[in-house]
Nanobody, 126 residues
Framework: QVQLVESGGDLVQPGGSLRLSCAIS????????IGWFRQAPGKEREGVSC??????????YYTDSVKGRFTISRDNAKNTVYLEMNSLKPGDTAVYYC?????????????????WGKGTQVTVSS
């Protein structure tokens, strides 16, 4: 049984930083593409960042609004995925989800991923 558990969400002031973690069990992480998505109130879930499998080219992709501010990474030994978020803005406020076993490229979509966590809340506000 595949399980994903996100953590690290918090209330942070604009300009602040957070690191989200996603602990994954039930599969060998380095064989799969992984993604971070977010959903703000009243909006559709959107892709934030994805990372190709280690057996592929391991490329990372980011949505334009977070390029230069967010960094995705994986620790295969710990079966954990991270999303380092810097220079946070109020527009980054959302529930953040990690997902695994999908397609990772310039465009990537929630419906392409099979397994999901329950999310962690990130609120950016002064």
């Amino acid at each position: 049984q595949v399980q994903l558990v996100e953590s690290g969400g918090d209330l942070v002031q604009p300009g602040g930083s957070l690191r989200l973690s996603c602990a994954i069990s039930g599969l060998t992480l380095d064989l799969y593409a992984i993604g971070w998505f977010r959903q703000a109130p009243g909006k559709e879930r959107e892709g934030v960042s994805c990372l190709s499998s280690s057996s592929s080219d391991g490329s990372a992709y980011y949505t334009d609004s977070v390029k230069g501010r967010f960094t995705i990474s994986r620790d295969n030994a710990k079966n954990t995925v991270y999303l380092e978020m810097n220079s946070l803005k109020p527009g980054d406020t959302a529930v953040y989800y990690c997902a695994v076993n999908g397609r990772c490229g310039r465009d990537f979509f929630p419906w392409e991923y099979d397994y999901w966590g329950k999310g962690t809340q990130v609120t950016v506000s002064s």
